[in-house]
């Protein structure tokens, strides 16, 4: 049932990880005690939950009956603990049954695949379409009421959730490198299925053990509840049944089977969460150990008092002193430790670096936009004066589209698979700069041709899965300039895609600006595409800003070390690549 | 679409005529007890021998089989053992009663689910907390349990609601729908943070995804965002999930109909269950069946509408 259940760890270790467990504990702690007292049922002091006199009829709880007594005088705790027996044992049944048969099928199923998998997959489907108890009705139409039978046949009906995630478990690890070497080595199946996939599925045998348990519970206590049971014997279904017949006078009959059911299956379901939650630790990396203090958060909301320097006149952009971090408490780690630069109306800067420099998350925060639990720490970031760093979302997304724009680094992730690229460009446009439907359409699709989109009514119409990776991010770069924005950030526009593509998706850009004259933050590790478009270039190394300049001085005498080795890795890269331009231009 | 609906019409048609034989398989083992189970302990071997002929048990399995579903395609599932009544005019008659709760509470799983799941999602904090809690209960209570402490509470004690009995929808709406209340209530609670779950974590990925990064920055509003890119994204594994689920739902719906005297196919099966009314349990379980495969081809469709790569892929 669990997705997560699939993946496949070792269960070594588990143990002390579920020990650590508060809740896992405790409910492991209540199952092993209801299943002890439910075994011990014959030999504990216990009144005869059959014999009971009508005179000692429904009595409230007392020394000699601790929860009372039921319509004819027998003992309520004493049914309840020898009907746990009957219920734990059908839910055993079930999920015994459930296991022997889907455990084999599913790691066959999922080992060899072929004719197995198909046919025990269909049978799946068939099983899962089937209410269960409708079936558990008809069998006992005919073989008259027995709740072994029904548990057996219910686990039967069950299979499937094992066959399921065994199936998945074994597939994945199927994949592996380490079961293909085994294969290659020549060791035979029966002991790759035993040292690697019998290892990998035992835990999600036991989680989904649990969770079927639970299933099993409230479903024979659905049967015993309808009659279809052995009437002769307690069980918590037949008490919850004689107790509501009585729901007028003696409400509280149905509360302790309630309860009864209610506890074990909370237990259980904890139980199987907590197991669930020890693998999937085991999956993630150590959590991060507090090394950095962190800084101080007075400043966090506030714009720094004092810029370090005032921003130059004909600034459109003005970073100062940002520093950005991550985790639940800000700054626990931080990627950006205080960077200030200025973009002026109409000039293009590159942001150089290797990835992890902290170039993109720089990006984001101008955006707005950095992913889950970054956020900016202290600093400034002015546009066109404007302090944006305490803006509240809702004046950003009204800045968004018509002050700052953004075009991303991978085409095909960026664009919404739900919606037409059509609607994706018109949306913004009607709602933004307020155009007629009809206007927003003619608008877009003359931006795809801006583009160099061939056959825009095409594209307007298509699905964003539809396109390739250069025409997805024409796309969107039109959908990044559509409403006109004075500053387009640009986060590696043009690393994910081919270099054929590359040098046109460039040339779009450097024209649109040049039509324009917006502003643009060109974010890159390419000092190729920094020659290519750029009038000024900033180094970021380890989330600081070591050199800024303009682009001849840069390219032709760095002064930092950083950027004169970034220089000299790129120069073997860049003379291929510009090689390659070479025979390209030459060839078309 | 038509193709995509076409191929799961007959693969729903396949489910039914292949679980119309299994069901036939399941009473097997169990054929000669049937004549004994209807007389009663008494009667003799003579007389059930005679009960047997009568009620066409004595037919070889295929003949039986071959004779059943050609009534049925026609729309006839014989006689009911014990009147003169069709099986087929008996699940008419009990029919709306099922269909009211289960349309009732699917409609309602979905809007509650989708609406949960999604704020979980945007807002975590305490109201996703609150999910993880209810979550467990809800995996730990069977529905029906949840339905006897609605029944006792708001039907017993408080009276605010009819305890048992159904009121067609066109003989008053307003005792209809007060005659669902409760059972409608409590296979919803009993399913619906399950479905919200779903939702819940698909809107997770669909929060962190890309696409939504470059949808924000175009500065469209918040509302507008999760109304369009996170609803469309996040339904097709919360609808899947809806599907799923309407199976257990209506298999909760019998013990509910039973526990609030509700009319419906779920005290039918019950009734002929528990006296070996052949003809009308297998007619039950087909019903159920066909209702599974036409929710389970409704709630493909809807995928198919929300998610284009479903609809052009088919």
């Known amino acids: ?588 | 679409m038509g193709a995509l609906l076409l191929k799961r019409a007959i693969s729903g048609l396949t489910l039914v005529i292949a679980i119309s034989f299994l069901a036939q398989l399941l009473i097997l083992p169990g054929i000669d007890n049937i004549a004994r189970n209807v007389l009663g302990e008494l009667a003799s071997e003579e007389q059930v021998a005679q009960k047997a002929t009568e009620l066409g048990l004595d037919r070889p399995f295929f003949v039986r089989y071959a004779d059943w579903i050609w009534g049925a395609v026609q729309g006839d599932f014989g006689t009911s053992f014990y009147s003169t009544q069709s099986v087929t005019a008996a699940i008419a008659s009990r029919l709306p009663v099922t269909l009211s709760l289960v349309i009732l509470v699917t409609v309602l799983t979905a809007l509650i689910a989708f609406a949960l799941g999604i704020t979980a999602a945007v807002n975590r904090g305490w109201i996703d907390r609150l999910l993880q809690v209810l979550v467990t209960v809800a995996d730990a209570l069977p529905a029906f349990v949840i339905a006897l402490f609605l029944a006792t509470v708001f039907a017993v004690q408080l009276h605010w609601f009819p305890a048992t009995g159904y009121v067609p929808l066109t003989e008053s709406p307003l005792g209809w729908l007060a005659s669902l209340v409760l059972p409608v209530a409590a296979m919803t609670i009993s399913g619906v943070v399950g479905v919200a779950q779903h939702v819940r974590s698909s809107a997770i990925t669909v929060l962190r995804s890309d696409y939504l990064r470059t949808r924000r920055s175009r500065g469209l509003p918040t509302r507008y965002i999760l109304a369009t890119t996170v609803l469309r994204n996040s339904a097709t594994p919360g609808l899947a999930a809806l599907a799923v689920q309407v199976v257990g739902l209506l298999g909760a719906s019998v013990v509910i109909e039973m526990v609030f005297a509700l009319p419906g196919l779920g005290s039918l099966a019950v009734q002929a269950a528990l006296r070996s009314d052949i003809p009308v349990i297998l007619g039950v379980l087909m019903t159920y069946v066909v209702i599974v495969v036409v929710v389970n081809l409704l709630v493909d469709l809807l995928i198919a509408w929300v998610n284009p790569k479903v609809r052009l892929r088919a």
């Open chain 1, 1 to 588: 049932m669990s997705a997560t259940a699939n993946v496949p760890v070792p269960t070594t270790g588990i143990t002390r990880r579920l020990l650590g467990n508060g809740l896992g504990v405790a409910s492991a702690i209540v199952i092993l005690l209801v299943i002890l007292i439910a075994a011990l049922a014959p030999v504990l002091p216990l009144p005869s939950p059959d014999a009971g006199e009508l005179a000692d009829a429904m009595q409230g709880p007392s020394p000699a009956h601790w929860l009372g007594t039921d319509t004819t005088g027998r003992d309520i705790l004493s049914r309840l603990i020898w009907g746990a027996r009957v219920n734990l044992l059908g839910a055993a049944l079930a999920v015994v049954v459930a296991l022997v048969l889907g455990v084999p099928v599913g790691i066959i199923a999922g080992y060899y695949r072929g004719w197995v998998d198909s046919v025990s997959g269909w049978v799946n489907d068939l099983i899962m379409a089937l209410p269960g108890i409708i079936v558990l009705l008809a069998v006992s139409a005919v073989v008259g009421p027995s709740v072994w039978l029904a548990m057996a046949i219910f686990g039967v009906m069950l299979a499937p959730a094992y066959f399921r995630i065994v199936r998945a478990s074994v597939l994945a690890v199927r994949g592996e490198l380490y079961v293909d070497a085994a294969v290659v080595a020549g060791l035979p199946d029966s002991r790759i299925l035993f040292r690697h996939v019998l290892s990998v599925v035992r835990a999600p045998i036991l989680i989904q053990g649990a969770r079927l348990a639970v299933i099993a519970i409230a479903i024979q206590a659905g049967l015993e509840f309808l009659g279809i049971g052995d009437v002769t014997v307690p069980s918590w279904g037949g008490m919850l049944n004689e107790g509501f017949r009585r729901v007028y006078d003696a409400p509280l009959l149905i509360l302790w089977p309630s309860l009864a059911i209610g506890i074990v299956s909370v237990a259980l379901v904890l139980f199987a969460n907590a197991l669930r939650d020890a693998l999937e630790d085991r999956t993630q990396p150590l959590r991060r150990t507090r090394r950095h203090p962190a800084p101080a958060t007075a400043t966090a909301s506030a714009p720094s008092a004092a810029p370090a320097t005032e921003a130059p006149s004909g600034s459109l952009l003005s970073v100062r002193d940002l520093h950005v971090g991550y985790g639940y408490r800000s700054g626990e780690v931080e990627v950006v430790h205080g960077i200030s630069f200025d973009i002026r109306a109409g000039e293009v800067l590159g942001l150089v670096g290797e990835s992890g420099s902290g170039k993109s998350q720089t990006a984001l925060s101008i955006l707005g936009l950095l992913p889950f639990g970054g956020e900016i720490t202290s600093g400034s970031i002015r546009l066109d004066g404007r302090e944006l760093t305490t803006l509240g979302e809702r004046r950003y997304a009204a800045l968004r589209g018509t002050d700052i724009a953004y075009v991303p680094q991978e085409p095909m992730s960026n664009l919404d698979p739900t919606f037409t690229v059509g609607s994706q460009l018109v949306v913004p446009l009607r709602r933004k700069l307020g155009l007629s439907a009809r206007e927003a359409r003619a608008r877009a699709l003359e931006l795809l041709e801006r583009v160099g989109i061939g056959d825009p009514e095409k594209v307007f119409a298509s699905y964003p899965f539809q396109l390739s990776g250069g025409m997805a991010q024409r796309v969107l770069i039109a959908g990044a300039v559509s409403c006109g924005p004075r500053l387009l950030i640009a986060d590696e526009p043009t690393t994910a895609l081919d270099v054929t593509v590359q040098a046109e998706v460039l040339e779009i850009l450097r024209t649109l600006q040049r039509e324009s004259g917006m502003s643009v933050l060109m974010v890159t590790h390419n000092f190729g595409v920094v020659a290519d478009i750029c009038d000024r270039v900033a180094v970021m190394s380890q989330g600081e800003l070591v050199e800024e300049g303009d682009v001849r001085t840069v390219l032709r005498s760095p002064q930092h070390p950083y950027t004169i080795s970034l220089l000299e890795a790129m120069l073997d890269e860049s003379r291929t690549r510009d090689d390659l331009d070479a025979t390209e231009k030459a060839g078309v």
